[in-house]
């Protein structure tokens, strides 16, 4: 069985840093990755995607703040967020997929953005 496994989410001051990381229990070489957040009451959205030959592409919302990558060797996904505001705040999620028919989720990492 799959697992993605997210990390390194936590509570930041508006302006701050973190950098979220998803493991995975699989190769991740020949998948396309994505991040995802959800706020309370809002629907899942797309953050920032990497496709297997590693271009990337970003929701409007963190172009210029977020950077996604990829450690093919370690079957890692980061999201490295920068000049987070409170409108960051979310479960954000990790995908790998191949396909729609082929795609897999991990858990969700709490982030909150808070004085």
């Known amino acids: 069985q799959v697992q993605l496994v997210e990390s390194g989410g936590g509570l930041v001051q508006p302006g701050g840093s973190l950098r979220l990381s998803c493991t995975a229990s699989i190769s991740i070489f020949s998948f396309n990755a994505a991040w995802y957040r959800q706020a309370p009451g809002q629907k899942r959205e797309f953050v920032a995607g990497?496709?297997?030959?590693?271009?990337?592409n970003y929701a409007d919302s963190v172009k210029g703040r977020f950077t996604i990558s990829r450690d093919n060797g370690n079957s890692q996904v980061y999201l490295q967020m920068n000049r987070m505001t409170p409108e960051d705040t979310a479960v954000y999620y990790c995908?790998?997929?191949?396909?729609?028919?082929?795609?897999?989720w991990g858990q969700g990492t709490q982030v909150t953005v808070s004085a």
């Open positions: 990497i496709t297997l030959r590693g271009t990337t």
């Open positions: 995908k790998l997929y191949q396909s729609p028919l082929r795609d897999y």
